[in-house]
């Protein structure tokens, strides 16, 4: 089954027509916010640089960027960590 068949009848043609025509995109880096087109000849994509993609994961690793979500005490599954049935780890 291909993507073609999971798509809703014309829709898989018009993504294509779309990507065609528009092989420019252009966008904003996430870092800087300098716009750049969007393309597989950047190998940094969606970043400008090597410089922006390295800053940016260096603020993921000291916790400047966070993503909201639950904490492990309002997991409803963490109980499950405490299941005697669970194979043990050999570390």
Known sequence: ???????????????????????????????CKREIVYDTKNPYRPFCSNRCKLLDLGLWAD?????KGKSVIEDEDADLLNDPNLPKSNL
């Open 63 to 67: 916790n400047g960027i966070i993503v």
């Open 1 to 31: 089954m291909s993507l073609k068949d999971l798509l809703p009848d014309g829709t898989y043609d018009e993504i294509i027509a779309e990507t065609k025509g528009n092989l420019s995109k252009k966008t904003k880096c996430p870092y």
